[in-house]
């Protein structure tokens, strides 16, 4: 399975960026999919994800409002786009995908499947 990140650049505070990642290698529909994103020197942290049916999607309290994870089964593709980005958003991003059962969805150990990490970088 191989998940391919992308979107990622130097934008303004205020600014926007529409994240995206490709999967390849697997049922898409079956997948549960997530973003993270890790600054330097900080843990990984989680941001978004949504069910395999895009029927529930969660957020982390620091994006909600500002973010939206979406999904395109028939793409093969999962969506984040980021509005009213700040300054503390800078970090890298990840994709992650999740095929087996679990009742949590916003522990790295949730997701089965990583992407590389595509950079934002948020001036202020």
């Known amino acids: 399975v191989q998940l391919q990140a992308f979107g990622g650049g130097l934008v303004q505070t205020g600014g926007s960026l529409r994240l995206s990642c490709v999967v390849s290698?697997?049922?898409?529909?079956?997948?549960?999919m997530g973003w993270f994103r890790q600054a330097p020197g900080k843990e990984r942290e989680f941001v978004a994800a949504?069910?395999?049916?895009?029927?529930?999607?969660y957020y982390a309290y620091s994006v909600k409002g500002r973010f939206t994870i979406s999904r395109d089964n028939a793409e093969n593709t999962v969506y984040l786009q980021m509005n009213s980005l700040k300054p503390e958003d800078t970090a890298d991003y990840y994709c992650a995908a999740g095929f087996r059962w679990s009742s949590t969805y916003s522990y790295p150990r949730d997701y089965d499947y990583w992407g590389q990490g595509t950079e934002v970088t948020v001036s202020s």
């Open positions: 949504i069910s395999w049916s895009a029927a529930s999607t």
């Open positions: 290698g697997r049922t898409f529909s079956n997948l549960r």
